[in-house]
Nanobody, 125 residues
Framework: QVQLVESVGGLLQAGGSLRLSCTAS????????MAWYRQAPGQQRELVSR???????NYADSVKGRFTISRDNAKNTVYLQMDNLKPEDTAVYYC???????????????????WGQGTLVTDSS
């Protein structure tokens, strides 16, 4: 079974920092992209940041210059360093990844897009 397990979120303090991590586990051959989404109360889920397997990144305009995404391919882990946090960063953060999983033969692979369970980052004020 392939799954994404996120670290526990935390309390957000304006101007403060938090770091999220997410690890893909199970019978994974390789991981393509890894990404973070978030969903604030009453709003749609939105892409926060994405990193591909070559290390290319993109960010939502609202977090550019404040958030940094990185990954450790050996550990199938993606990180989201969140600095200069704002109250509007309050949301449930979801990890997302595209993974290749071995199939029934050595040349057979299946591609899945999987999601973590979500981790809450909430304003402490």
């Amino acid at each position: 079974q392939v799954q994404l397990v996120e670290s526990v979120g935390g309390l957000l303090q304006a101007g403060g920092s938090l770091r999220l991590s997410c690890t893909a586990s199970g019978n994974i051959f390789s991981t393509n992209y890894m990404a973070w989404y978030r969903q604030a109360p009453g709003q749609q889920r939105e892409l926060v940041s994405r990193i591909d397997n070559a290390g290319s990144t993109n960010y939502a305009d609202s977090v550019k210059g404040r958030f940094t995404i990185s990954r450790d391919n050996a550990k199938n882990t993606v990180y989201l360093q969140m600095d200069n946090l704002k109250p509007e960063d309050t949301a449930v953060y979801y990890c997302n990844a595209g993974v290749w999983v071995p199939g029934t033969s050595s040349t057979d692979f299946k591609y899945f897009e999987i999601w973590g369970q979500g981790t809450l980052v909430t304003d402490s004020s």
